[in-house]
């Protein structure tokens, strides 16, 4: 019924974009790694020098470790919290809607905003330090500290995540059937027990994919960082991606973050590979 | 048996109670905002402690910024942005996702596994090249180069492609017998069928599009094409950054986001499982 022609007709505009969009910028990404490109200078192929420099590069091993300490806050947050927000939302009560629409809405808010919105959070006079000294706690200068900038980044992200990861467990948490726990509550099972023994276990692959899914934008995350903090103080906030943004629209150094990013690329590679191979045990069991 | 019902109350107080608290967190970074941006001139922004209720609360600051800032020029902008950031998108990758889903010819697994494949990269490591590309094809200061390089993705056209797939082949097969054009059943036929599915890729370009901030940041030099996002990024740091302005600024920012959300609740609940698909 449909020629060969007709579908080569539908797919040679959207095919252009994919091509001059991503494919080309893809293979353009690992061609600029190899050389010195910089926009003004004549281009030098540089071969595998750009990587060897990248492993002496103090700063990018900064950015590394500031990547990895910022996953380590975030991600267990993310998978952790969210799973106590959707039990709580899970109910049949008049009003719960309107409680998830408020817990998911921060998901929408745009970087630039909520950058504003926790600046003013942050501030040395502002309500988190109010909060603290209620406790007797002296004001803490959240962004500008070398050691608190990071957590305090954190802390916008998961306050930001919440809402967004809640719906992936509410969705899981509403295919288990109920009769389990009515099971459990005639067998005398407090709160924690049936959950420990029923939910957590039947929620394993959402907990899984959430992991998964919040590693990935933690390691891609560097736009909460250009609005908030700009990669500082010195250095303390920059994240790979935001140092592959310094080098290329900072100092042009487009072949020299090019390689950076491929390394990046490569690190979400194994991510990525290391997640599909735990799905086939975990299927295979 | 009183003492157990007893109990229930208070077990449904503390309940509501806990879901409160968490709300209230959840949206304390904007009541602050929101009470920012009503308080008058005279009243200091940041106090010890710190004082949500204005002394005197007044719209003052919303006709300023909106009679002596650019942000309603900035607003049009997006507005502008968006409707092309959905429109493409949207014909694009439906029209990307026709023949895959519905058509047999010589090549389809393979072009579907590229695309797929593709999915994989993310928009991170292609932003350099990505931005020599602009640059090199003339698009640098021009919505097009925030608009085009975005208008196709691998995603939106596996979200399509899935939806097609559930329609059943006599839909069209009768109509062809009728002697119907090819686009005529992609544009009459198939594409009202999957209108949630074209309702849920639009809200995920609308919100993309309206929070886009890295390329219009990267792309546009000139103030008056900014729209909302880096309009209020970059009037943070000048003179006229008083913080009153500004946070009735980012309020008024979040007003279409929030409108569009109460209005598509159930598209946006279902654009959120689908987005998760591609990580």
Redesign the interface.
């Known amino acids: 019924m449909y020629r060969s022609h007709h579908a080569w007709m539908f797919l040679l505009i959207p095919g252009v974009f994919l091509v001059v969009f991503t494919l080309l910028p893809a293979i353009g990404a690992l061609g600029l790694s190899f050389t010195n490109y910089s926009i003004f200078a004549p281009v030098e192929w540089m071969g595998l020098k750009n990587y060897a420099r990248i492993l002496r590069d103090g700063e990018f091993w900064s950015a590394i470790r500031v990547t990895i300490y910022y996953w380590l806050l975030v991600t267990p947050a993310l998978v952790v919290l969210p799973v106590f927000l959707a039990i709580l939302v899970n109910r049949d009560v008049p009003g719960i809607a309107v409680y998830r629409l408020i817990y998911y809405f921060p998901v929408l808010v745009s970087v630039v905003v909520t950058a504003m919105l926790w600046k003013w959070m942050f501030q040395t006079d502002g309500i988190i330090n109010y909060l603290l000294s209620l406790f007797g706690a002296a004001p803490k200068s959240w962004l500008t500290s070398k050691n608190l900038v990071i957590p305090s980044l954190a802390i916008v992200t998961i306050w930001q995540g919440l809402g967004y990861y809640m719906l992936f467990y509410l969705s899981g948490l509403q295919s288990i059937p109920g009769d389990l726990y009515e099971a459990a509550d005639i067998e005398g099972a407090n709160f924690w027990q049936s959950h420990w023994h029923i939910t957590f276990p039947l929620l394993r692959p959402v907990i899984f994919f959430v992991a998964v899914v919040s590693t990935m934008s933690a390691f891609k995350e560097f736009t909460l960082m250009l609005t908030m903090t700009n990669g500082g103080p010195i250095g303390a906030s920059t994240t790979v991606v935001f140092l592959v943004y310094e080098k290329a629209f900072g100092e042009l150094k487009m072949g020299y973050a090019s390689a950076i990013s491929c390394i990046l690329f490569l690190i979400i590679l194994f991510i990525t590979i290391l997640n599909q191979r735990i799905l086939e045990d975990d299927n295979s069991v | 048996m009183g003492c157990n019902i007893k109990r229930k109350t208070i077990n449904t107080i503390i ?1 509501h109670i ?2 409160i608290l ?2 209230i ?6 009541l ?2 929101f009470s ?1 941006s009503l308080k008058g001139q005279n009243e200091a922004v ?5 004082q949500f209720i204005p002394q005197t609360i007044t719209l003052e600051n919303y006709v300023t910024v909106w009679n002596t800032l650019p942000i309603p020029r900035y607003f049009i902008n997006s507005i502008i942005l968006a409707v092309f950031g959905v429109i493409l998108p949207v014909i ?2 439906s ?2 996702a ?3 889903a ?5 090549g ?1 697994q393979a ?1 579907f596994l ?2 797929m494949a ?1 999915m ?3 928009g ?10 602009i640059n090199r094809v003339g698009l640098m200061g021009s919505y097009a180069g925030i608009i ?5 993705s ?1 995603f939106g ?1 596996f979200l399509m492609r899935q939806a097609f797939l559930s329609i059943p082949r006599e839909v ?2 009768s109509a ?1 017998i009728d002697g119907a054009k ?1 686009w005529q059943i ?1 544009l009459y036929i198939l594409l009202p069928m999957v209108k949630p599915t074209i309702a849920t890729l639009s809200i995920l370009s609308f ?1 993309g599009s ?2 886009n ?2 390329w219009p940041l ?1 792309i546009l030099s000139d103030p008056d094409t900014y729209p909302l ?2 309009g ?2 970059k009037l ?1 740091g000048t003179f006229v950054a008083n ?1 009153r302005l ?2 009735a600024g ?1 309020m008024l ?2 007003i279409p ?2 409108v569009v ?2 209005f598509f ?1 159930r598209y ?2 279902e654009a ?2 689908s987005s ?1 698909v591609k ?1």
């Open positions: 309940y806990i879901l968490i709300a967190v959840t949206i304390i970074p904007f602050w905002t920012t940041f106090s010890f402690p710190p694009l990758c029209m990307a026709f023949p895959l519905r058509m047999e010819f010589r389809r072009i590229i695309i593709t994989m990269i993310p991170e490591v292609t932003m350099i090249p990505t931005y020599l590309i085009l390089p975005g208008a196709v691998a056209i069209e097969e062809l090819v992609w919100i309206w929070n901030f890295l990267l996002t880096l209020l990024y943070q913080t500004i946070a980012a920012a979040l986001i929030l959300f109460l609740q946006f609940i959120a499982y998760a990580g």
